[in-house]
């Protein structure tokens, strides 16, 4: 039996074994031609009618045994394969209230793909590609929130993909720096994003995608994540578009000489002598002692290597040598739902404000005079690591001529706006991929003005992608104006509206606050 008659017969199976609530009909779109083979997909029905999908495509040569601490390398040849199934996540621990750990492996550099039913390579579709969240430390590209279903419904390519976390995807030592040489180190799982774009680049024609109109998109590490892939020399050219949501703009990268010291503190607490050793050690060691939180001493993350990232993201923005795109940027009005530890002792975030300027800041996050140092608290954290940073950074790119586009995002769902504070740091991941009730289920259900904003949100995106502007005539709805000086657009309660001078007494004061 030839291997592809194998891989059919494997399909055929899989979709015999699905009932008709499965989301698979029964029969296969064409097999598409990739870099080391050919890959199966499926054609949804149902809630994804319309959609055909590609699952867990390998991008790399797995990042294992003498691969591991080293570039993803080209992927070898692979035949025919069936993409019906996600690939495994990255290794990582997940807290034990969010449900069982995703399948795990240290081979985990595949990619998933959603494309209109019926996409021809001559469709040239607008391509996004979308870059999980998760500190550094957590995420997997098979999260149901990031389903990409309902955007290529839309009419564009949507992409995601794994990259390797944690220790395993960050990491220093002398002894890898030097054999990364001019490459650069450390930052592998930046290495893995640059490696699955460049895969998107040489294959996604295949799918229907233009590689000439590729959007980057991702929230928090993901967001972070876009804005280095922004300002690395490696990365220029391998996107036309850019969208950051929540992506603490002045957050500093790790000096390599830091890192290297955490590295070689690690290796002689696992008894590892030289590199060689340190790749032979198990996955549950090399996670252990620092790698399972952003709140550990070692905080697994971007490393300043002179190289792949050649220097901090506000300093690049400042000096202009980001990637010259059209970029939408935006944050959440209650982010400080990302630091519930800070905000159990709210006094501790006001001790480093000077004495004299207390009162001021009391009346600037607590407006309402309600008393409540949490609210003071909360707003401060929002404001100085999420909102100040994004209009910052706008203001930046701005300067290059370049459309920039803000928005905040203060939707709560209406059942939950009288248990809510606000929108939690990642709560619009959900609305702009239609997938409500991913992120939290929201208790008695989501309401049409729900699914309307939602829908709007989706809208915008997928018109950014297509156009590098999130407004078109055919849409309706609201317009939001280009960022030309200081202005957003405001996602609330009552929908979408633009918004001058948002919250700029608040922001000036963070602005102040910030290091140069």
Not at 487 to 501: T, Y
Request: aromatic content about 8%.
């Amino acid at each position: 039996m030839s291997l592809r008659i194998t891989v059919l017969a494997t399909i055929a199976v899989a979709l015999l074994g699905v009932g008709t609530a499965g989301a698979v009909a029964p029969y296969l779109p064409p097999p598409v031609e990739v870099t080391g083979g050919s890959v199966f997909g499926t054609i949804h029905i149902e809630d994804d009618y319309g959609v055909q999908s590609y699952r867990g495509i390998p991008f790399a040569q797995p990042p294992v045994g003498s691969l591991r601490w080293r570039p993803p390398q080209p992927v070898k040849a692979l035949g025919d394969f069936a993409g019906l199934h996600n690939g495994p996540a990255c290794p990582q621990h997940i807290p034990p209230v969010w449900g069982p750990d995703p399948r795990q492996s240290e081979d985990c550099l595949y990619l998933n793909i959603w494309e209109p039913i019926d996409a021809k390579p001559s469709a040239h579709l607008p391509v996004m590609v979308w870059i999980y969240g998760g500190g550094f430390v957590i995420g997997d590209s098979a999260s149901k929130i990031y389903n990409g279903s309902n955007l290529a419904r839309s009419g564009v390519v949507v992409v995601n993909f794994n990259y390797r976390l944690g220790r395993l995807g960050w990491f220093a030592h002398p002894e890898l720096t030097r054999e990364g040489g001019d490459a650069g180190t450390g930052d592998f799982g930046l290495m893995d994003q640059i490696a699955a774009l460049k895969w998107v680049r040489d294959n996604i024609t295949a799918f229907g995608g233009d590689p000439a109109n590729v959007t980057i998109f991702g929230e928090s590490a993901g967001a972070m994540s876009v804005n280095l892939l922004m300002v690395a020399p490696s990365a220029r050219g391998l996107f036309a578009k850019a969208i950051t949501e929540s992506g603490l703009g002045r957050i500093a990268a790790k000096p390599l000489a830091a890192a290297e010291a955490q590295g070689i503190a690690f290796a002689k607490s696992a008894g590892a002598e030289d590199l060689d050793a340190l790749r032979k050690l198990p996955v549950a060691t090399i996670l252990a002692g620092g790698a399972a939180s952003v709140e550990s001493g070692e905080n697994p993350g971007p490393i300043l290597d002179g190289k792949l990232i050649p220097e901090n993201i506000d300093r690049a923005f400042a000096e202009g040598k980001q990637a010259p795109v059209p970029w939408m940027v935006g944050s959440n009005d209650y982010e400080a739902s990302l630091f519930p530890g800070m905000l159990s002792d709210p006094d501790k975030v006001m001790t480093n404000v000077p004495a004299a300027a207390r009162p001021l800041m009391s009346a600037l996050f607590d407006p309402d005079k309600t008393g409540d140092r949490r609210t003071v608290a909360a707003g401060m954290l929002t404001d100085s690591v999420f909102t100040e940073p994004a209009r910052f950074l706008a203001s930046q790119h701005a300067k290059l001529g370049q459309p920039v586009y803000r928005y905040f995002f203060a939707y709560v769902p209406e059942t939950q706006r009288a248990t809510l504070p606000g929108a939690g740091h990642g709560s619009e991941i959900q609305f702009v991929f239609g997938t409500l009730g991913t992120y939290y289920a929201a208790k008695g259900g989501y309401s049409d003005f729900d699914r309307r904003v939602s829908a709007d949100m989706g809208r915008y995106w997928t018109n950014f992608a297509k156009t590098g502007n999130p407004n078109s005539p055919e849409a309706g709805g609201v317009e939001w104006p280009r960022d030309t000086g200081d202005q957003a657009l405001v996602i609330d309660k009552n929908g979408e509206h633009a918004a001058p001078s948002l919250r700029k007494a608040r922001l000036d004061i963070m602005a102040a606050r910030a290091k140069p």
